[in-house]
């Protein structure tokens, strides 16, 4: 049986001071909440990295960022969102790289520091048997989102960034007979609390 084709898609706003973790410069400032965004940049990179036998397409918020191309392995590609709300810009990053040909596609933002290659890896085996899988987040939402067929109605008509995110996404595919899993739920890191809790979990394990 020939192997499915994988593509891991990476959201990741670009880093300018007061464009990222407003939610978290609200509390700790700009330069702060940018110094804490470009560590979670580092561990998604370093996450990235580490992938085999997965293709990785970055989309930019707003532009691809000059001269990361040293940073990344060969299977590492650049894109530039493209939508009115996050809801179209992942349904349209989607419905293109499945237009591309693979067979199962994961997308990830790059908020969370607790993602590791293993859940990944664990993320593509699921949907050998499952149509979709989901990272859940503890703030209601998922940090990481996998299909194996293109399933468009996940993205519309859909309210974001509130704590019913995930329960929503699970009833529409309900609706549709979609088949899903759940992976271990994990944070994100959103505001000054998250950081502080995540911080604390960190020096314990050190």
Not at 98 to 116: A, K, M, S
Not at 126 to 143: E, I, K
Not at 163 to 172: G, T
Not at 181 to 198: F, G, P, R, V
């Amino acid at each position: 049986m020939e192997e499915s084709k994988k593509a891991l898609i990476v959201f990741q706003k670009n880093p300018v001071l007061g464009k990222v973790k407003t939610r978290l410069a609200a509390t700790v400032g700009e330069a702060k909440a940018l110094e804490i965004y470009m560590l979670l940049l580092q561990h998604t990179y370093k996450v990235i990295n580490q992938l085999e036998a997965i293709d990785t397409f970055i989309y930019f918020s707003d532009q691809v960022e000059n001269g990361l191309e040293e940073m990344f392995v060969d299977r590492v590609k650049f894109k530039v969102q493209n939508g009115l709300d996050l809801g179209s810009r992942m349904k349209n990053a989607f419905e293109e790289i499945f237009q591309q040909g693979y067979d199962q596609v994961t997308i990830i933002g790059t908020d969370c520091p607790e993602i590791t290659v293993e859940l990944i890896n664990q993320a593509f085996e699921t949907l050998d048997y499952s149509d979709t899988v989901f990272g859940p987040a503890r703030d209601g939402g998922y940090y990481l989102l996998g299909m194996n067929q293109f399933i468009p109605h996940l993205f519309e008509q859909m309210i974001w960034s509130h704590d019913r995110v995930l329960m929503d996404s699970i009833k529409k595919l309900d609706l549709n007979r979609n088949s899903f899993t759940l992976l271990e739920m994990l944070s994100d890191i959103d505001n000054e609390a998250d950081w502080i809790k995540y911080k604390k979990t960190l020096s314990q394990t050190i």
